[in-house]
C-alpha cells in the first residue's frame, strides 16, 4: 500500500487526524501500515501477528496522534509503536507456545513458487538466522534494517543504552555474517 | 517515507547494505491487503474514550471481533513504548509529573566508552560525595490497585506503589507479577523479568504500572483479587486490592488447558 503523503500536507494530515478526522486517520494508516508490518513481522516472526500488532498499534495511535508536537517524527513514532506491540506479543505468544514459529517450512512452502534455488536458499538462511536471534536482536534488526532507526531510537524502544544498542549491533552483524556465509 | 527522520542512523558498511536489502525484502512476508478506511474506522471507534478505559475498549474492538484468544497482553504496551519514545520525539506528555518528582530509568547496561583525548592533567576540584541510591527496602514501599479494566477475556490493573521512606531507593523496572487472593494464593505466577532497567523513586514519590491477566481457570478464588510481585531477592509485596470485596482482577477461563497469563509493564511515573 504504502500511500505516501506529501511532506508538505502531512502537518494539515495529522492536524485533521487529531481531530478525530477520519478519512485524514485512513491516508495515515495507508501510508504507514505496511512499514510498521514489515518491521512487525521481523520481531515476531509470523505475519498473522504481524498484523494483529499493527492493529493493535493503530487505536493507540488515535488517541495519541495530538499530542504529536513535530509531524515529521510520525513514522518513527508509529513505527515504535506498532514495535512494541509486537514485541509484547512474542513475548506473550512465545511463552504460551500458541504458535510456534514456523520459519523453515512456511518459507519453504511459501518461495518455492517463485525465484531461484540460490535465491530461495538464500532466504531460508536468512530467515533461518533470524528466528534463531533472541527478541532483542530481532527488534534491533528490523528497527535498523526495516526502519532505518538510529542507534539511540533502537535504545528507546529496547530498553538499552544507545552504546548498548552499538555493542548488541556488532555482535549481531558477527553472527549474521557467519550465519549467512559472508 | 513519508516523515523526516529526526535523526540520521550510523552509515552502513558493504555487508550492513546487504543484509537490509536481504532483511528488507523478508520483511516484506509481513505486508497483507488493508482497507485502510476500516482501519482507521475501528481505531476511531476503539480509540474514543478516555484513560485505561480506552484501552480497554481498544481491545474489545478489535480482539473481540476478530476472536483472539490473548488480548490483554499486548494492550498497554505501546503507549508505555510509545510514552517512551515520545520523551525524545516531540510527543507531549499526557500529564504533567506530580511533585515530588522521581523518576529516572536507568539502563543497567553500561554505556559504551567512546574514544576521547583525555585532559593530561588531573581535575583541580574533587567531585561533590554522592551518598548511592540503595535498592528499596519491602518496608518502605506500599502499593495498591486502582483501577481494573478488562475486554475479550483479560483484566488489565492498574497499581500505584509509593515510596514510603525517606530517602530515595532503586527498584527493578519489572518485578515478577503474581495474581493472588485474599487468602494468599497464587492465582496465577508471572514470569521472572527480563527488562534491563530500574527505576530510582523520589521519597514520598509514586510510580505507576499496569498488570495484564489472562485465562484463570483453577478453583474458586477468595476475595478480594489483587496483585504481587516478587523482587530479584526474593521479597514480595502485595498490592492492596482495590476494595476488600473486589473480584475484578479475575480473568474468565478462555481454556482450560491453557496456561494463565499475568505481566507487567515498567513501573513509570
Redo the contacts between chains.
Keep these: 500500500m504504502d500511500a505516501v503523503i506529501d511532506p508538505d500536507a502531512l502537518p494539515a494530515v495529522v492536524a485533521r487526524a487529531a481531530d478525530g478526522d477520519e478519512v485524514a486517520f485512513a491516508r495515515l494508516v495507508a501510508a504507514h501500515h505496511d512499514d510498521m508490518a514489515r518491521v512487525a513481522y521481523v520481531i515476531c516472526g509470523d505475519p498473522d501477528l504481524a498484523q494483529e500488532a499493527v492493529q493493535l498499534a493503530w487505536p493507540k495511535v488515535w488517541r495519541k496522534v495530538g499530542t504529536l508536537r513535530d509531524p515529521g517524527h510520525l513514522r518513527p513514532w508509529l513505527v515504535s509503536v506498532a514495535a512494541n506491540e509486537a514485541r509484547q506479543l512474542a513475548r506473550t505468544r512465545g511463552r504460551r507456545q500458541v504458535r510456534e514459529v514456523p520459519v523453515g517450512d512456511d518459507l519453504g512452502s511459501l518461495v518455492a513458487r517463485r525465484g531461484d534455488p540460490g535465491d530461495r536458499a538464500a532466504e531460508m538462511d536468512l530467515a533461518n538466522a533470524i528466528a534463531g536471534l533472541d527478541l532483542t536482536d530481532r527488534s534491533i534488526l528490523a528497527l535498523r534494517y526495516v526502519a532505518g532507526f538510529s542507534s539511540l531510537e533502537i535504545a528507546e524502544v529496547v530498553g538499552l543504552s544507545s552504546g548498548g544498542v552499538r555493542a548488541r549491533i556488532a555482535r549481531l552483524l558477527d553472527r549474521l555474517r557467519r550465519e549467512l556465509h559472508e | 517515507?513519508?516523515?523526516?527522520?529526526?535523526?540520521?542512523?550510523?552509515p552502513f558498511d558493504a555487508?550492513?547494505t546487504?543484509?537490509?536489502t536481504?532483511?528488507?525484502?523478508?520483511?516484506?512476508?509481513?505486508?497483507?491487503?488493508?482497507d485502510?478506511?476500516h482501519?482507521?474506522?475501528?481505531?476511531?471507534a476503539?480509540?474514543?474514550g478516555s484513560g485505561v478505559a480506552?484501552?480497554a475498549?481498544?481491545g474489545a474492538?478489535?480482539?473481540g471481533r476478530?476472536g483472539?484468544?490473548?488480548a490483554g497482553?499486548?494492550?498497554a504496551?505501546?503507549?508505555?513504548?510509545?510514552a517512551?519514545?515520545?520523551?525524545?520525539?516531540?510527543?507531549?506528555?499526557?500529564a504533567p509529573t506530580p511533585s515530588p518528582t522521581l523518576v529516572a530509568v536507568v539502563?543497567t547496561?553500561?554505556?559504551?566508552?567512546e574514544p576521547s583525548t583525555a585532559p593530561t592533567t588531573a581535575p583541580v576540584t574533587a567531585p561533590p560525595t554522592v551518598a548511592p541510591i540503595l535498592a528499596c527496602a519491602l518496608a518502605d514501599l506500599a502499593a495498591r490497585v486502582t483501577a481494573w479494566d478488562g475486554a475479550a477475556g483479560n483484566r488489565i490493573g492498574t497499581v500505584v506503589l509509593t515510596n514510603t521512606g525517606a530517602v530515595a531507593c532503586k527498584l527493578q523496572?519489572i518485578e515478577r507479577p503474581q495474581l493472588v487472593d485474599g487468602a494468599g494464593t497464587v492465582l496465577i505466577d508471572g514470569?521472572d523479568p527480563s527488562?534491563?532497567?530500574s527505576v530510582e523513586i523520589a521519597a514520598g514519590a509514586r510510580v505507576t504500572t499496569e498488570v495484564d491477566d489472562a485465562n484463570y481457570c483453577g478453583p474458586a478464588a477468595v476475595a478480594p483479587v489483587s496483585v504481587a510481585f516478587v523482587f530479584s531477592n526474593g521479597d514480595r509485596l502485595v498490592a492492596a486490592a482495590k476494595s476488600p470485596t473486589d473480584m475484578s482482577g479475575l480473568p474468565d477461563c478462555l481454556g482450560p488447558g491453557?496456561?494463565g497469563?499475568v505481566?507487567m509493564h515498567?513501573w513509570a511515573p
Excluded at chain 2, 482501519?39 to 476511531?44: D, K, L, P, T
Design positions: 517515507m513519508t516523515s523526516q527522520r529526526p535523526e540520521r542512523p550510523e555487508f550492513e546487504r543484509l537490509a536481504r532483511v528488507t525484502r523478508h520483511a516484506d512476508r509481513g505486508v497483507r491487503p488493508i485502510a478506511g482501519i482507521a474506522h475501528e481505531a476511531a476503539t480509540g474514543r480506552r484501552r475498549g481498544a474492538g478489535f480482539l476478530l483472539w484468544l490473548v497482553a499486548a494492550l504496551a505501546g503507549l508505555i513504548g510509545g517512551s519514545w515520545a520523551g525524545s520525539h516531540g510527543l507531549l506528555g499526557a539502563p547496561e553500561a554505556p559504551s566508552v523496572a514470569d527488562h534491563p532497567g491453557g496456561p497469563l505481566q515498567p
